[in-house]
């Protein structure tokens, strides 16, 4: 089992999913209306687009991707945040789905390479970890779906999915066995199956910084998905209990090279 910038999910007694973050991270603000910047410098602010609280309300998906979240509405995109962005990212899912759990993480506290962060969850469903730091890859959030849905402020039912439809509770055998080896790596033992498969790669080091590398499956794009520092791919990758979604996650490394 690999350990160290992935995040792993061990399946215990009754299948609850126990998580191992890479860095737990998350809101660092559920701040005011947004404003819009398009310009990029070595700590990158990504495009936004305001988007108005009647939109919002019409959400009934969320796709997390492999460096953003896609907010739809009748397979409507009503917006798109980036995860380089972790006041935006926030912001949004508070203004959708109401005031999140949230806990603070010095640097080192849950262990040696977990970063200082705000982490936030929402109906034990969806959760976002915000950065004090930019990650290695770039990132200002980690973000884990632990569930199929989540209730939005006003109780409707919000699905979420990452790339293809891919929801936890899914069975991904197909999707293991036809995977390039690049793209999974067992997490078991003959006793008890496991996996960590990459869905869509991203975090390129010269990825967009307002969309994604790839369209979803193992079909990655137009770069090779690996770190810019040499790290295995990365991207957004679930984790399974034998072939069943437990923990979709982004950024997920898989097979990373360093210990961190």
Known sequence: MTIGAVALALVVGNGQAVEHWSGQDADRAA???????????????????????????????????????????DDHTVTTVSMRDAKHTVSVLNRILGTPARTQTAVGDAGRCVPASTTSTWGGAIRVAALAEPGTAGNRVEVRVLRDHVRSRLGAVIELSGPDGVQVGDDVSDQIDDAPASDRESLGSDDAQAWQLLLQRGWTDDSDHDGDRGTGGHHGAEGDGDGADGDGANGVSVLTDDSTVTVIGSPMPIRPARGC
């Open 31 to 73: 701040a005011a209306e947004p404003t819009a910047s398009a310009t990029r410098t070595a700590d990158p602010v990504p495009t936004w687009r305001p988007v108005s609280s009647g939109a919002l309300k019409s959400v009934d998906a969320v796709e997390l991707r492999a460096e953003s979240i896609v907010f739809r509405s």
